[in-house]
């Protein structure tokens, strides 16, 4: 469903079915797929959905990823998903302390994705500002550079 670089195959049913229904069959203990959802903050009126691909694939894991938030993240989950967070883990550096305490999200720039040779966008977001005093609090002053570095590329 992923139509960056216009990749997106009219209809990836077919082919997809094909390609899941052959792992499923020659590997049965493969542990899990991962597929990305319909983009429908950039695209609204994407009607493509991932059920005929869940369906095959059951009762195996089934990872998918794209424009989950804390709340339709749980709604997958009760309905047997796992969801995989990209785009917040690129804005919010520490994203399971903020899932675990309920803290807000910090918003992604989409426009700077897949920038080319520039940190912008990957490593410049803040961190949850009470979640990391706490964490420093824990290190000497010479260690918490060194926290704050090794936080941003987790």
């Known amino acids: 469903w992923f139509c960056l670089t216009d990749m997106r195959m009219a209809d990836p049913i077919p082919q997809l079915t094909h390609f899941i229904t052959s792992i499923r069959d020659a590997y049965p203990d493969f542990a899990y797929i991962h597929l990305t959802e319909p983009d429908l903050d950039r695209n ?63 918003p992604y720039n989409y426009a700077t994705f897949y920038l080319k040779k520039s940190p912008v966008g990957y490593i410049d977001y803040p961190f949850a500002e009470e979640e990391v005093q706490a964490e420093q609090s824990k290190f000497g002053q010479a260690e918490q550079s060194e926290f704050v570095l090794e936080q941003a590329w987790l």
């Open 44 to 106: 609204p009126d994407d009607t493509g959905s991932n059920d005929p691909f869940r369906a095959l694939w059951a009762p195996h894991p089934f990872l998918s990823a794209n424009g989950y938030t804390p709340e339709n993240a749980e709604m997958a989950a009760k309905k047997g998903d796992i969801a995989a967070f990209g785009r917040y883990f690129i804005s919010n550096p520490e994203l399971p302390v903020r899932l675990q305490k309920n803290l807000p999200l910090t």
